[in-house]
Structures are given as C-alpha cells and as structure tokens.
C-alpha cells in the first residue's frame, strides 16, 4: 500500500484515486490466483484484468468503458441463469422424493429394531428380578376401565407394568383408539394391545399413533397402514409354535407357511407379515418392499 500510495503522487485528483484503487484491485487478483484453486474459466477472466494495463492510463473513461467490456464478457445473461435454475428445479423434482423415502426408510428400520431389542431386554431383566417367564407369564384381559379420576385400569395392565413396562422407558400410558392400553414411549414411539382379551398381538407405531391414523382411525384404516406406520408383533413366550418357541418378542407370523413369497403377498395385501419381511432381512427394508413407510 505504501508503494502505490507513493507513486500516486504523480497523479492528481481522480486519477490518483483512481490509480490507487485500480493497483488495489491487481493485487487482490495475484493473491487470488496464487492461492486459490479457480476454474479455467475463472483464471482466464483474472488474466484478461491484470493485462488489460488499467493502472497506467489515467484517462477515466477509457477506464470505465475497459471495466464495462470486462463485466459484459464475465457475466451470466439472464436466459443462461433461468436455464440453470430449470435444470437444477427438474433435477431436484427427480431426486428428492427418492432421498426423502430412504430417509424415512432408515428411520424406521432403527426404529423397528430399537423396539424389539428394547421389548426384550425387559423380558430378560424381569426372568432376572422375577425368576422362570413360566411362572410369572400370565394372558388377560387388556380391556380398560377408567374410575372417576380419570385412572385407567386392567388386569392385563397391571401385570404388564408389574413385570415388563417398569423395565421400558414408558412416559405416559393412554387409551387407545381400541380402549386397549397405549404406551408412550420416551423417543416418540409407541405401541398398543391389539385385542381386549389377550396381551398376545401388539402393534408398533412409528410415531403417535393418531399420527398413523390421521383422519380417524378405523378398522379398514388400520389395516391399511400397517406395514407403512404400525407394525404387529406378537408376544406369546409359552407358544410352542416353531417361529415362537422358546422366544419372546416376535414379529406376527400367525399362518404363516414359512415362505418369502407369502410374506411379500401378505405384506402388500393385508400388511400383517411386513414386520417379518423387514426382520428376515437384518431389519433393513428390502429395495423391493411393497409400500412406503413413515
């Protein structure tokens, strides 16, 4: 700066200024050519600047009509813009959808997989605390009742926190749009009996579950959804089913014939084999799964 400062002094007025700001200007351009990576387009642009001799005429107006040529030769016409803009529109109206999908596909495969490690680590913690599932195991009644305090009771309740729901991270238990228990659970899941008389089948919700039933739930809806947002589950450990023996916690297989075809045409026509079809594959939603969850 001293430098040009020094000899501006051979310049009066406007010019000196000029002289300044112009010299200024080439050194910024050194800096950036010397220790960025620019395109050839970019750098044959600097270089058009720094040989265009601007600090050594003092003539202003050939120096604006110099800088006004430049500017026409670097910018982008307007047409050249809109099309960019179109193409990166088309672009994005391709792909988004598909990236929106897998995120929620993962979404729901750690969800998937955090429920059912969590159902059964409880179980193993109260064989732990309690003794032998046989002995404490019992099958009743979920059907509520709700006192004058608005508490909800059932048998079947009673038992499920007494031995597994105090082992779960379960903020708050509410009715259910079956009048079966529903149990909140701290990342936002949840999950319900789904028959008043057993605490065999459980549904998996993937959020609230007036989420997955958005519009009101009924019997057609639920059907509908399951396999995109609630996923069945069966919890019978005294079955001596093959696919339920000696275990807990189980995705529904109820009929089951043990083939991928079934589980793929079940899955897309009634949705009650899709938690198995995601399992079978290490909990990963298969590329060709028959809906879109969420």
């Known amino acids: 700066?001293?430098?040009?400062?020094?000899?501006?002094?051979?310049?009066?007025?406007?010019?000196?200024?000029h002289f300044v700001l112009v010299n200024l200007f080439q050194d910024c351009i050194d800096i950036l050519m010397k220790r960025i990576h620019l395109s050839p387009k970019h750098q044959r642009v600097l270089s058009l600047v720094k040989k265009s001799n601007l600090c050594h005429n003092s003539d202003m107006e050939h120096h604006n009509n110099r800088l006004a040529s430049l500017k026409r030769k670097c910018a982008f016409t307007l047409a050249e813009v809109l099309i960019t803009l179109g193409i990166i529109g088309v672009v994005a109206a391709m792909t988004l959808p598909s990236v929106i999908q897998n995120y929620r596909n993962h979404s729901v495969e750690a969800k998937l997989k955090k429920f059912y490690s969590t159902f059964n680590q409880a179980v193993l913690r109260s064989i732990a605390d309690n003794g032998d599932i046989e002995i404490w195991f019992e099958d009743s009644s979920v059907f509520l009742t709700e006192d004058e305090n608005g508490k909800l009771s059932s048998p079947g309740l009673e038992w499920f926190n007494r031995y597994i729901g105090k082992y779960m991270n379960i903020v708050e238990v509410k009715k259910s749009v079956i009048n079966t228990p529903l149990f909140q659970l701290s990342d936002g899941t949840s999950f319900a009996f789904l028959n008043e008389g057993t605490i065999h089948d459980i549904v998996f919700y993937t959020s609230e579950e007036r989420n997955c039933y958005n519009g009101g739930y009924s019997p057609e809806k639920y059907r509908a959804m399951r396999g995109i947002c609630a996923f069945t589950f069966l919890f019978n450990p005294l079955s001596q089913a093959k696919v339920q023996k000696n275990k807990f916690l189980e995705p529904y297989t109820s009929g089951w014939n043990g083939t991928e075809q079934q589980l793929y045409s079940n899955c897309e026509d009634e949705g009650g084999f899709c938690t198995k079809l995601i399992q079978n594959n290490g909990w990963k939603i298969p590329k060709d799964y028959p809906k879109k969850v969420r």
């Open 1 to 17: 700066e001293l430098e040009i400062s020094q000899e501006a002094r051979n310049f009066e007025g406007d010019a000196a200024l």
